[in-house]
C-alpha cells in the first residue's frame, strides 16, 4: 500500500512524499528509521485512469538521469553517506514519478542492497552499461570516482545528440513548409483553376492538365495512397523489432552512399567511449566488450565486437582482431588502439579516437547540411515554380482572349 506523508526534519524542514509499505503502521516505523518527524500520514488513494495516463506520460528525462549521476558523484566525492545522499536527491527532485524511484532505492540500499543491484530493479532507466560501472566501482572502492566518469560520459553522449538533432530542424522545418504550401495549392487552389477553365472553354496547357490530373488523383485517391504509405511504416517498423529484419536494415543503412560513412564514424565513435568509459570503470577487457556490443546499436558492429571479446579471451590483443575487419573498422582506429594497448592506456586511446571521430562527424553533418540546404531549395522551388507556372499559364491566356 501506498501513503501520503508530511513531515519535519530534524533542521526542521518540512518534507513530504509517499511511502509504500504494508500498513500504515509500518509506513509510520520507516517514516521515523529515517528520523522524520511524522505531522500527517493517509493512505493513497487509487488514481484514476486520467491520473495513470498523466502519470504515464509524466516520463523520465535523459536530462534528469545525468542530474541524478551528476549529484551523486558530488555528494559521494563530499563523504556523505549513499542512504543520505539518496534522500538529498529525493528532496531536490521535481519529478514526481523518479522521486519515488529513488525514495524506493534509497530503501534497498538502506536494507544493506548495494547501489547497483538498486538500480538493476529499474531496468527501463539504468541500462546495464550503467550497472555495470557502478558494480566496478562498488568492488575497486572508488565509486565516486567512477559515478563521476559515468556522469561526464552520459553529458558528452547527451550533447552530441543534441548537436546532431539541432543540425537537422533547418532542413526538416523548409521541407514540412513546402509540404503545407504545396498540399493547400493542390487540394484548394487548383480544383479552382479547373472550374475557372471548364466555364471558359479554353484548352489548358499541358503543365496545367498534368498538375490538375495529379490533384484529381490526390482528391479522390490519396486516401488509399495514406493508407499505403502508414502501412508500410508500420510494416517497416515491425520488421524491423524482428532479429532478422534489424540485420537487413543495420547491414543496408551502412552501405547508403554518403549516409553510410557518417553512420560508420557515428558507431565507431560509441564502440570506442563506451569501451573507454567501461575499462575506466575498472571492468575486465572482455566484460567491457560484451557490455559495449550489446548497446553499440548496429547489428554489424556488435558481431565484430563479440568476435573480438571471443578472441581476447583467447589471449589475442583488441587491435589484431580488428585488422581483420577493414571494412568496417578503419586503419586509425586499429592502429591508434594497437598504441594504446603498447602502452598500457587503452582506455585514454580511446578517448582520443572518440574525440577525432566526433569532430569527423559533426564536420561531416555540416558538410551534408551545407549540401542539403541549397539543393532542398532548389528542388522544392522548382516544384513551386511548376505549380505557379500551372496556375498562371492559363489565367494568362484567359486575360489576353
Known sequence: ???????????????????EASSKEAALA???????????????????????????????????????????AIMFKSKIPPVEALHTLV??????????????IAEEVEGGTPLSQALSYYPKLFSPFYISIIKSGEASGNLPGVIEYLADHLEREDSFR??????????????VVFLIVFGTMIIFVIPHLAQVLLTSEMEPPLITKLVIGFSNFLRNFGWLILVGFISLIIFIFKYSQTTQGKKFFDRSSLKIPLIGTLLKKIYLCRFAENLSTLISGGLPIAQALEITGEIVGNDVYKTIIFQTRDEVRRGEKISSVLETYPE????????????????????STLLNIVDFYRKEV?????????????????????LVALLVAAVLLPLYQIGVR
Open 328 to 347: 568496417a573498422i578503419p586503419p586509425l582506429f586499429t592502429q591508434m588502439t594497437s598504441i594504446g594497448e603498447k602502452t598500457g592506456r587503452l582506455d
Open 30 to 72: 520507516l517514516l521515523q528509521k529515517y528520523k522524520l518527524f511524522v505531522t500527517y500520514l493517509e493512505k493513497a488513494e487509487t488514481p484514476s485512469l486520467l491520473a495513470k495516463k498523466i502519470r504515464i506520460f509524466g516520463g523520465i528525462s535523459s536530462k534528469e538521469i545525468i542530474v541524478f549521476f551528476r549529484q551523486l
Open 91 to 104: 528532496r531536490q527532485t521535481k519529478n514526481l514519478n523518479f522521486k519515488e524511484i529513488i525514495l524506493k
Open 362 to 382: 559533426e564536420r561531416a553533418i555540416d558538410n551534408f547540411i551545407s549540401i542539403l540546404e541549397p539543393v532542398l531549395i532548389i528542388f522544392l522551388g522548382l
Open 1 to 19: 500500500m501506498k501513503f501520503n506523508y508530511q513531515a519535519r526534519t530534524k533542521t526542521g524542514e518540512i518534507q513530504s512524499g509517499i511511502v
Open 162 to 175: 543534441a548537436k546532431m538533432k539541432g543540425a537537422m530542424i533547418y532542413p526538416i522545418f523548409v521541407f
